[in-house]
C-alpha cells in the first residue's frame, strides 16, 4: 500500500507552536519503523525546504518529498495524486480541499488521529495508555520514553484508539460509498 502523508498538516495538529527540524527527524523515524514493519511505501510531503522546486530524498523505508520554495506541499501531493493514483493508495491529511482533490481519484483519505495509533502500535517504545474512566493515564512501565515527539504525540491524540475503536468509517454491507468501500479495505491493512 502507499501511504501519501501531508507532513505538516499531521505534525501541526499535535504540535503547539512551531515545528522543530529534531521532531520532523523523530516523526520521520517513526514512519520509517512503521512502513518497514508494515511493508508500506511511504511518502511524505513537506512544505518548504532548502531548494527552489521539490526535492526528494529517499530515506530507508520512506521517500521525504520537499516541496521546495515555488509550490506547496498540497501541489506536490496533488501531482503525485494525479500521476501515480494507484487502488492501494491512501492520503493522511485533515486539509479539506486535498481531501476532496482525492476523491476525484477515488483515493480514500483519513485524518491523521486516526492514522496515528497505527504508527504508535508497531513501534518498540509504544506510548502505553490505558483507557480509564473518560481520561487517559499513562502506564508505569513507560515512564522512561521521553522523546519530545512521544509527548507531542500523546498531547494530540489524547488517547490512543483500541482496534475496534479506529473503524471510524461503517464498514458493514449496504449504503457506503465506492471510496468508503475502498477505505474500510485500507484501514485493515495499516
Known amino acids: 500500500m502507499i501511504i501519501l502523508i501531508d507532513a505538516y ?54 521517500t521525504v518529498v520537499y516541496s521546495g520554495y515555488r509550490s506547496s506541499a498540497d501541489d506536490i501531493i496533488k501531482e503525485i495524486i494525479a500521476t501515480r493514483h494507484q487502488n492501494d493508495m491512501l492520503l493522511v491529511s485533515s486539509d479539506r480541499a486535498l481531501c476532496l482533490y482525492t476523491e476525484e481519484y477515488n483515493i480514500p483519505s483519513i485524518n491523521p488521529e486516526d492514522f496515528m495509533p497505527y504508527v504508535y502500535k508497531h513501534e518498540k517504545t ?47 454491507r449496504g449504503g457506503r460509498s465506492k471510496i468508503e468501500r475502498r477505505l474500510c479495505k485500507l484501514v485493515e491493512k495499516l
Not at 508505569?140 to 498531547?155: F, G, H, I, K, P
Request: glycine share 6%; with cysteine.
Open 9 to 62: 498538516n499531521v505534525l501541526k495538529q499535535n504540535v503547539q507552536g512551531d515545528v522543530s527540524l529534531a521532531m520532523s527527524e523523530q516523526f520521520l523515524a517513526k514512519l520509517a519503523l512503521y512502513g518497514r514493519k508494515k511493508k508500506h511505501t511511504l511518502i511524505v510531503v513537506f512544505d518548504g525546504g532548502s531548494f527552489h522546486w521539490p526535492y526528494e530524498d529517499k530515506r530507508k523505508h520512506i
Open 126 to 172: 509504544y506510548p502505553a495508555f490505558i483507557k480509564g474512566t473518560g481520561l487517559t493515564r499513562k502506564n508505569e512501565s513507560d515512564v522512561n520514553a521521553d522523546t519530545q515527539l512521544d509527548e507531542l504525540m500523546r498531547e494530540g491524540s489524547r488517547m490512543l484508539l483500541l482496534k475496534e475503536e479506529t473503524k471510524h468509517v461503517s464498514c458493514q
